[in-house]
């Protein structure tokens, strides 16, 4: 998004608050991240009301496009007591959700003790574990699908996500494949009851000691509701939620009176790795004009080793690290000294610090598979001949793989997981110093220990 375009949806917001609430914009700040959002300062009647504006991330790689979606949600949510920021109203132009601005920070660590801490934390499974036992009625009826069954409930995430994937797909993706194919053949049979779930949850907001709000509806659904304990254990391991996994599991089993199934937990995380790999599956291998590149990519490689953590868990299979990557020189090293130097000139020039910060990234990214990447692909062929014999080509061999996976015994699983963990590992690997690799070093090799 330009500047020009900012400006000219900050404009147009700033005609919808006012007409929508009354009062004055006093000040509007563009909240430094990906998704186009602000804070907004509105004086009515000599106070000060604090809203956010939670843009549209215009991005094709969620299955709920819809941001009115999430509004009505939290809607729902709201007058069931669940607390949640209010929604005052839809902007239409920009496609915006106009809503209070809750009081807090997300970061724990910001309390004054452990039993503070602990406390918040319970106070967030009381929140989930209420949204969990609410009725589903209010949620069909603005349009979220109701699964039937056990396989549906449990699967209710991929099967979301999977048409979208389908429709991007435009290179093949053996680990994906393999990991969907033992999804579906090892769904547990506790997926009896659907709750309302987050779907990615661990996302709230505390101030004083206080749980002020759950936020980030935008993939929820109705599932299993074990779902939201495996991707709160998963967003702990950089966003953590107060306390010990293994203590708030126990917890959220006191308060429903249904103990927390550990391997049902695995499995569903397992699955939502396998998901947020499938979000940019098809960006990275087909690149789009716009797209966030450098982060998809430092995703990519942190995802991707949480999905070989979470089935290396679900099949125990203890996963063995490869040999280290050569010692290499770049065969471009003046050229990309010319180009870093260049951005540093421009960096120096404007106030255009994000997109100077993305080049960086990708000009990093670029050296490592300067250096790496024929040494890469050669293990990765050389490798894979064990299950489709010889290959000229990695694009050869992907496609081969993909049709291998989705046909093999189960006898062959924990062969072929060392070999993904093999590719992936020597990817973070060549990786490690780089700004894009940095997540992935950051992720636990288990989200319940």
């Known amino acids: 998004m330009n500047d020009n375009q900012i400006d000219s949806d900050e404009s147009k917001l700033n005609v919808i608050i006012q007409s929508l609430l009354g009062g004055e914009v006093v000040a509007m700040e563009r909240q430094e991240r990906w998704r186009p959002s602000w804070f907004v300062d509105l004086k009515r009647d000599g106070e000060l009301l604090k809203l956010y504006i939670r843009g549209d991330r215009q991005s094709d790689v969620v299955p709920f496009p819809e941001l009115e979606r999430e509004a009505k949600i939290l809607q729902i949510l709201a007058e069931q007591g669940i607390p949640v920021p209010r929604v005052y109203g839809m902007c239409h132009d920009p496609v915006a959700i106009i809503m209070e601005a809750s009081a807090g920070t997300r970061d724990v660590f910001n309390v004054s003790s452990d039993e503070e801490r602990r406390a918040i934390a319970r106070q967030y499974i009381d929140a989930l574990a209420a949204m969990h036992a609410l009725p589903l009625e209010p949620f069909v009826d603005i349009g979220v699908a109701l699964p039937n069954g056990t396989e549906e409930i449990a699967l209710a995430g991929l099967n979301a996500y999977l048409p979208l994937y389908l429709e991007h797909k435009t290179r093949p993706d053996p680990l994906l494949e393999f990991s969907m194919r033992w999804l579906r053949q090892n769904v547990p049979d506790t997926a009896t009851v659907a709750s309302f779930i987050a779907f990615d949850a661990g996302q709230f907001l505390f101030d004083k000691g206080r749980v002020t709000a759950l936020y980030d509806f935008e993939f929820a659904m109705i599932g299993d509701p074990l779902t939201d304990i495996a991707t709160m254990a998963m967003r702990d391991s950089y966003e953590p939620t107060g306390d010990s996994i293994g203590a708030l599991c126990d917890y959220y089993g006191q308060i429903t009176g249904k103990p927390v199934d550990i391997n049902a937990v695995r499995y569903h995380h397992a699955l939502f790795a396998t998901v947020a790999c499938m979000q940019f599956s098809a960006a990275l ?39 280290s990557l050569q010692q290499r020189q770049p065969k471009d090293r003046a050229l990309r000294y010319m180009i870093a130097d260049k951005i540093e000139d421009v960096s120096s020039e404007t106030d255009r610090r994000d997109l100077i910060l993305a080049l960086e990234r990708l000009l990093d990214y670029s050296g490592v598979m300067n250096l790496h990447g ?58 490690t110093d780089i700004g894009i690799g940095q997540s992935a070093l950051h992720i636990q090799e288990d989200i319940l220990s």
């Open 285 to 323: 291998k087909t690149p789009k004009a716009g797209d966030p590149h450098d982060v998809y990519l430092e995703w990519d490689l942190a995802l991707r080793k949480t999905l070989l953590n979470a089935l290396s868990h679900n099949l125990g299979v203890e996963l063995q690290e490869p040999a």
């Open 374 to 431: 024929e040494e890469l692909e050669q293990r990765a062929l050389t490798e894979a001949e064990t299950f489709v014999g010889r290959c000229e080509s990695i694009s050869e061999m992907e496609e081969k793989m993909e049709s291998f996976v989705q046909k093999v015994e189960s006898t062959q699983y924990g062969e072929l997981l060392q070999y993904f963990y093999r590719q992936h590992q020597r990817r973070i690997e060549a990786c």
